[in-house]
């Protein structure tokens, strides 16, 4: 079975350009997260959905980033302009939902602004 | 809102070596806990979890117990190997809270032939 899918593995842009973000989860797991992990930190979350709705994106600075989950399956996060403190590793995972259930993570996308 | 706190490294011990890493939490409710290791170069995987209070969660010789009454969810491994070098971070999941995983800082752990 395959794991969660992310793209691009590493990506370096120039501050105020736009990057996205891509990933593919496990297939049948209705919950998707992002997360945000800086240099020698544990991940946060981002935002979640169920299926194809943001069910919590308290942590998700809307001023510049943005998410959609078309369809309930894949993934797109955006940031637009990135700024050299979005330098990090963005982390998406996937579960079946609930509590007990493994969440499994992709290897992340490691973004560097210049 | 809930956090978790765990011990600073980088730890470094020798093969064989005995090892505690300790892990404590503040959460409504009663969260399920979990250790998830990432190793050089790969993503973070379920090391293991325990969903209640006494429960232990074990894999791979490491092996962890759910203490509600000192919040405490410490990793422990009788005897380490060079491959278990990597950085461990504890964590929660609160079914009363944002139903995501919140995580401690990681804890890199070197260990020395």
């Known amino acids: 079975e395959a794991g969660v899918v992310q793209s691009p593995r590493y990506k370096i842009i120039e501050k105020k350009q736009p990057v996205a973000f891509w990933c593919n989860p496990i297939?049948?797991?209705?919950?998707l997260y992002w997360y945000l992990q800086n240099l020698g930190q544990g991940p946060e979350l981002l935002i979640r959905y169920e299926n194809e709705e943001a069910v919590d994106d308290s942590q998700l600075p809307k001023d510049r980033f943005s998410a959609e989950r078309l369809k309930g399956v894949d993934s797109t996060l955006k940031i637009q302009p990135a700024e050299l403190g979005d330098s990090a590793v963005y982390l998406c995972?996937?579960?079946?939902?609930?509590?007990?259930?493994?969440?499994?993570f992709g290897p992340g996308t490691r973004l560097t602004v210049l | 809102g809930d956090s978790v706190t765990q011990m600073e490294g980088p730890v470094t011990l020798s093969e064989e070596a005995f090892l505690t890493i300790n892990c404590t939490y503040t959460a409504t409710g009663y969260p399920s806990l979990f250790w998830y290791v990432q190793y050089p170069g790969e993503g973070l995987q379920l090391l293991l979890k325990a969903t209640k209070a006494d429960d232990k969660g074990s894999n791979k010789g490491f092996e962890a117990t759910y203490r509600k009454e000192t919040t405490s969810f410490h990793l422990e491994k009788g005897s380490v190997q060079v491959s278990d070098s990597a950085v461990y971070f504890c964590a929660l999941f609160s079914d009363t809270g944002r139903r995501a995983l919140t995580f401690g800082s990681g804890t890199r752990l070197q260990v020395q032939p």
């Open positions: 995972a996937s579960s079946l939902g609930g509590s007990a259930n493994e969440q499994f």
């Open positions: 297939s049948g797991h209705n919950t």
